[in-house]
């Protein structure tokens, strides 16, 4: 990939090193290839892994760093080799953009498992540049890794779908827990956790969300449309819970025991694991062989999956809550996010920050 053309200077928020104070920091895209699309960034949520990544807790980051990949914006121009997009439309930017094409995976349209996946950002570009992500005022994306927004669906309202969206939808799909009538739990009331309560509704689940505490009761029931609540720490409800649930899609993204919540689920049922857990986690294995359960893992979602995810909540009208904030405001918003203060996704008005001003 690559042009003559001149290279593009941008401005976004960037992390200089592993404190994760995001600051105004000025670079340049990469220049446009045939088959690229130059995004105005609109919006763009924050992600719990974007303060993974941004403060190295993972052992991997490099500096500047601009996160950032629920981006949504207005397609600015297209190369010479764009069949998908048109200028002037409204597109989003996932957790990717570039994978091999030629693995396993990518021929199977399953691109978020190809070795070579490119990152949004934190990663290398085919061309040698730093990926940089949605926290600026424009990207420059292969066509393959950018979707469609649909007219009816809010942008604002788009972003959280890029990311949070998709991994509770694939795996339901992937997995069969899409029969309206069977049982499933939602662990963890988060970003992903609330999207995973509304998408399993939309699909006419019933749903049970699992929480430590009843904090969040009254919301998850009459804000969100769970149909039961149960608090974990509640050993008789439990224990009279057992065997009750067809699924569990599990969004705790911190070290927490198995055991208590496999012993929850039917014969054959299955908990998914969607959260990024960086150590072990410990199970005794009578609860999964007595009741021929599985645990599965399931990671974002491929680009037909993210598509699919769009049109599947514009269709059925699921939004996620979110608060908007500026750019000014990112690193407040990110303290706020440490200590689970958001209900339940920050969405960054990129454009109303007036950064190339």
Not at 101 to 126: A, L, P
Request: glycine share 10%; net charge negative.
């Amino acid at each position: 990939m690559g042009s003559l053309e001149s290279e593009k200077t941008v401005t976004g928020y960037a992390a200089r090193d592993s404190s994760g104070h995001l600051s105004p920091y000025t670079y340049n895209l990469r220049k446009k290839g045939p088959e690229d699309v130059i995004v105005k960034v609109i919006y763009c949520g924050i992600c719990h892994s974007d303060l993974v990544q941004m403060r190295n807790e993972m052992g991997m980051s490099h500096y500047p760093m601009v996160p950032g990949h629920e981006v949504v914006g207005i397609v600015t121009e297209i190369g010479s080799e764009v069949k998908k997009f048109k200028v002037g439309e409204h597109v989003g930017v996932g957790c990717i953009v570039g994978s091999c094409r030629s693995c396993g995976n990518c021929n199977q349209s399953m691109e978020q498992y190809c070795s070579k996946r490119i990152w949004t950002y934190n990663d290398v570009n085919h061309d040698g540049t730093p990926t940089q992500g949605g926290f600026a005022s424009s990207m420059v994306v292969d066509q393959m890794f950018v979707v469609r927004i649909p007219e009816n669906l809010p942008l604002e309202q788009a972003a959280p779908l890029l990311c949070a969206g998709v991994t509770v939808f694939s795996p339901m799909k992937h997995f069969d827990m899409t029969e309206p009538g069977k049982k499933c739990g939602i662990l963890g009331l988060g970003g992903v956790g609330h999207m995973g309560v509304k998408i399993a509704k939309a699909f006419g689940l019933h749903v049970t969300v699992i929480s430590s505490s009843d904090k969040k009761k009254e919301e998850a029931m009459e804000v969100l449309g769970a149909d039961a609540y149960l608090v974990s720490k509640d050993t008789e409800k439990m224990m009279e819970a057992a065997e009750s649930l067809d699924y569990i899609m599990d969004t705790i993204p911190v070290a927490h025991p198995l055991e208590p919540y496999l012993a929850l689920l039917k014969t054959n049922g299955k908990l998914v694991m969607l959260g990024v857990v960086p150590e072990p986690l410990h199970f005794v294995t009578p609860l999964l062989i007595l009741g021929r359960r599985s645990i599965a893992g399931s990671f974002i979602g491929s680009m037909e999956e993210t598509q699919e995810t769009l049109d599947f909540c514009a269709e059925k009208k699921v939004s996620s809550m979110i608060e908007v904030v500026g750019l000014d405001y990112i690193n407040t918003a990110m303290e706020r996010l440490v200590k689970n203060d958001v209900r339940y996704r920050f969405v960054v008005d990129v454009a109303g920050s007036k950064l190339d001003n």
